[in-house]
Structures are given as structure tokens and as C-alpha cells.
Nanobody, 123 residues
Framework: QVQLVESGGGMVQAGASLRLSCAASTRAFSSYFMAWFRQAPGKEREFVASISWGGSNTAYGDSAKGRFTISRDNVQNTMYLLMSSLEPEDTAVYYC????????????????WGRGTQVTVSS
């Protein structure tokens, strides 16, 4: 069982930056393919970004391209999402997810999920 705990959310103004963290409870963190998703009120869960086991391969959803950067630290067992140029449309609960198997960007079939961290962007 892997526990994932997100942190770093908050309320910011448009144009600001935030860095989200996802701490994993497993020493085998480097064996997990990781991703960020988000869900806004009344909307379906949306893929944000994913990162391979060693961090060399990343993928981004259309809304994240050019503004967000996903990374991981396999020593600290933590994944990050640096979000820049935030817009009110980025307001959502952000979730991290983990799975031993790689997933295509359109898939949300991850085995483990965190409880989420709220990001609110005001105009």
C-alpha cells in the first residue's frame, strides 16, 4: 500500500506561481510512474502531467503545456508540480497518482491516489 500526500496548494492571484508536492510513503518510489490530475467543481477529472520512473520522460495536458513543470526526487520520495502564470481556470483540487505501470496521458487508471490539495486562483 502506498500513501500519497499532496501539499502546497493555496489561494493566489492570477499570474502567480505555486509549487505542489506529493510525498509518497514507499521506499520503492522510483518504481512508480507518477502523475498529477485536477478536478474543478462540476467538471470531470483532468490529466495535468505525468513523469516516468527516473524522470526522463514527461507528458503534459494541453492546459499545462508551457506553464507547468513536473519533476520528482527519488531520494526524497517526492514529486513536484511547478505551476506558473496561473489563471482562474486553473482553480481545482489537484491530485497525485502512482502506479508501477506506465499510463498514457488519457488514462486515469492509477492504482494509488492522494486526497488532493486545493488551488484557487483569483482574477
Amino acid at each position: 500500500q502506498v500513501q500519497l500526500v499532496e501539499s502546497g496548494g493555496g489561494m493566489v492571484q492570477a499570474g502567480a506561481s505555486l509549487r505542489l508536492s506529493c510525498a509518497a510513503s514507499t521506499r520503492a518510489f522510483s518504481s512508480y510512474f507518477m502523475a498529477w490530475f485536477r478536478q474543478a467543481p462540476g467538471k470531470e477529472r483532468e490529466f495535468v502531467a505525468s513523469i516516468s520512473w527516473g524522470g526522463s520522460n514527461t507528458a503534459y495536458g494541453d492546459s499545462a503545456k508551457g506553464r507547468f513543470t513536473i519533476s520528482r526526487d527519488n531520494v526524497q520520495n517526492t514529486m513536484y508540480l511547478l505551476m506558473s502564470s496561473l489563471e482562474p481556470e486553473d482553480t481545482a483540487v489537484y491530485y497525485c497518482a502512482a502506479d508501477r505501470m506506465p499510463k498514457p496521458p488519457t488514462s486515469d487508471g492509477y492504482q494509488y491516489w492522494g486526497r488532493g490539495t486545493q488551488v484557487t486562483v483569483s482574477s
